[in-house]
């Protein structure tokens, strides 16, 4: 009898000692939103609170999924971001049904594609983002920029580098925000498209359409830069 209780006692103290050390996890993590500028502080700031998991990764990842939602959007999407580093394939269910979230979908877009690679279901997860009409501008750059990033990696091979570029191509016809900061990123990531019959293709879409007054003379003046040279001497 005295047996069994020691081991219920043992057990109930060994269950929260693990709530404890997770509760101090979280504060960690709430610690580290405040500082989020500082990649250095942030970076010690989570492993402090991997360490208050016994750097199980499993227990890790389940506090910042359970984080994520309550979270603010700026802390929400660094949590968020996280998971590229501590989650693995199995964590992108949850990433996935994020990515049509107005205010995370873009950061969760590309998490799913570190983690799930660059598949048919992770470019339809980023490409619905996208075409949210209610998507927030940040998001969609940051997206953008990410798809742009990831297509350089090692790891992608050149149909998917390609099928990535050309998803951030057809968003950036539409997009009526980030113009210039968007052209600049396509600009940076493949050197013959400043020059290119489809960049010229994608400015003349654009001054069809509505964009931000701010964008008006940028198109215009870039789209005079191009037809400036014979357009049969552009890039394709």
């Known amino acids: 009898m005295q047996l069994k209780l020691f081991i219920s006692l043992f057990a109930t103290l060994i269950v929260l000692q693990s709530r404890a050390d997770e509760e101090l996890a979280r504060i960690e993590l709430l610690r580290c939103c ?3 500028d500082n990649v250095g502080i942030v970076r010690d700031h989570f492993q402090t609170a991997l360490s208050e998991c016994a750097n199980d990764t499993n227990r ?4 910042l999924k359970d984080m994520i ?4 959007i700026r802390p929400a ?7 590229r580093r501590y989650g693995s394939a199995s964590d992108l269910d949850y990433v996935t049904a994020l990515s049509t979230n107005v205010n995370l979908g ?11 690679g660059i598949s048919s279901n992770t470019l339809m997860s980023a490409d619905s983002y996208l075409a949210l009409t209610n998507s927030m501008s940040h998001e969609r750059f940051m997206l953008c920029a990410g798809m742009l990033e990831i297509s350089r990696e090692p790891w992608v091979d050149n149909a998917a580098s390609n099928a990535l570029f050309v998803s951030v191509l057809n968003h950036a016809r539409k997009e009526n925000e980030c113009v ?17 019959a489809r960049r010229l293709s994608v400015l003349r879409s654009l001054a ?13 003046n870039a789209i005079n ?11 394709e």
Do not use: H
Request: net charge negative; hydrophobic share 45%; glycine share 6%.
């Open 208 to 220: 069809t359409q509505a964009v931000a007054g701010y964008s008006v003379d940028y198109i215009t």
């Open 60 to 63: 890790f990842v389940a506090i």
């Open 69 to 72: 939602p309550s979270a603010d």
């Open 225 to 235: 830069m191009l037809v400036a040279y014979p357009e049969a001497d552009l890039n």
């Open 34 to 36: 405040n500082v989020e």
């Open 77 to 83: 999407r660094m949590l968020l971001s996280s998971l």
């Open 180 to 196: 210039k900061a968007l052209d600049y990123c396509l600009m940076k990531y493949d050197s013959t498209y400043r020059y290119s």
């Open 106 to 116: 873009g950061t969760a877009a590309i998490t799913g594609l570190y983690l799930g």
